[in-house]
């Protein structure tokens, strides 16, 4: 994001980072203290609040132009503001594909993430599956789990 110059989210693509939603404040700090203790520290995990994600988000697309390959950042990025609207945090974690993501997704899972994508450099991964819908003017609503994936 603004935050590391070579992976902005103006270009639409933390490239390399799960970017995680929490409902609160204090998820995101729980979900946050245990990557530590996993080893994610210092420069590795990203934390934003729902203003910081709000200012991000709004400064990327009043500079983005709209492009037909670019269509699904987009939506996802104005999903990510609908949430930070909502008064989401954030965190944004360093992590490779595979299996550090899939750690990243079992640790903050276990403290009320809701989001958490990983970011490629062709495809967006949902790590997570979304419980709640963004957008709903009379509140979230559950929306289906998919069933867990096997190894």
């Given at each position: 994001?603004?935050?590391?110059?070579?992976?902005?989210?103006?270009?639409?693509?933390?490239?390399?980072?799960?970017v995680?939603?929490?409902?609160?404040?204090?998820?995101?700090?729980?979900?946050?203290?245990?990557?530590?203790?996993?080893?994610?520290?210092?420069?590795?995990?990203?934390?934003?609040?729902?203003?910081?994600?709000?200012?991000?988000?709004?400064?990327?697309?009043?500079?983005?132009?709209?492009?037909?390959?670019?269509?699904?950042?987009?939506?996802?990025?104005?999903?990510?503001?609908?949430?930070?609207?909502?008064?989401?945090?954030?965190?944004?974690?360093?992590?490779?594909?595979?299996?550090?993501?899939?750690?990243?997704a079992?640790?903050?899972?276990?403290h009320?993430?809701?989001?958490?994508?990983?970011?490629?450099?062709?495809?967006?991964?949902?790590?997570?599956?979304?419980?709640?819908a963004?957008?709903?003017?009379?509140?979230?609503?559950?929306?289906?789990?998919?069933?867990?994936?096997?190894?």
């Amino acid at each position: 994001m603004d935050r590391e110059p070579n992976q902005r989210y103006a270009v639409l693509k933390p490239v390399g980072h799960v970017v995680v939603a929490f409902p609160t404040a204090a998820e995101g700090e729980a979900a946050a203290e245990i990557l530590d203790a996993i080893g994610l520290t210092g420069d590795d995990v990203r934390r934003y609040s729902d203003r910081e994600m709000l200012a991000q988000i709004d400064q990327d697309l009043d500079t983005t132009e709209p492009v037909p390959s670019l269509s699904h950042e987009l939506e996802l990025m104005r999903a990510h503001r609908a949430l930070a609207a909502r008064g989401y945090h954030w965190l944004v974690v360093r992590a490779q594909a595979g299996e550090e993501a899939e750690r990243v997704a079992a640790a903050v899972r276990l403290h009320g993430a809701e989001r958490a994508q990983l970011y490629g450099h062709f495809v967006i991964e949902e790590l997570l599956q979304p419980r709640r819908a963004v957008g709903n003017s009379r509140g979230a609503q559950r929306t289906p789990r998919a069933a867990p994936r096997k190894a």
